[in-house]
Nanobody
């Protein structure tokens, strides 16, 4: 499956941003979709994931209550709504696809190219 992330940008602390990830090539609804992020000099970290139908979601503690993942299987798209952003959220954000609900980057088979999110204080 090919993934294309978009929606990143430069925002102020406290602002919101919504990322999108469009999928093509294989049956989108067969995949768990995850979001990861990587800040300069840091490891890629799990942000959250959503199950096949969208009923199940799982988030990292650092974003729980602020970020929401959703998906539209008819549009082959997954979203990451990010609210109350702070400078620590600055990173390149990646969407990824997996066969199972996992939190490790090594468990995801397909990756988008990443989109930069920069939050200023």
């Amino acid at each position: 499956v090919q993934l294309q992330a978009s929606g990143g940008g430069f925002v102020q602390a406290g602002d919101s941003l919504r990322l999108s990830c469009a999928a093509s090539g294989r049956t989108f609804s067969n995949y768990i979709m995850g979001w990861f992020r990587q800040a300069p000099g840091k490891e890629r970290e799990f942000v959250g994931a959503i199950g096949w139908s969208g009923e199940t979601t799982y988030y990292a503690d650092s974003v729980k209550g602020r970020f929401t993942i959703s998906r539209d299987n008819a549009k082959n798209t997954v979203y990451l709504q990010m609210n109350t952003l702070n400078p620590e959220d600055t990173a390149v954000y990646y969407c990824a696809a997996s066969r199972g609900l996992r939190t490790g980057a090594q468990d995801y088979d397909y990756w988008g190219q990443g989109t930069q999110v920069t939050v200023s204080s």
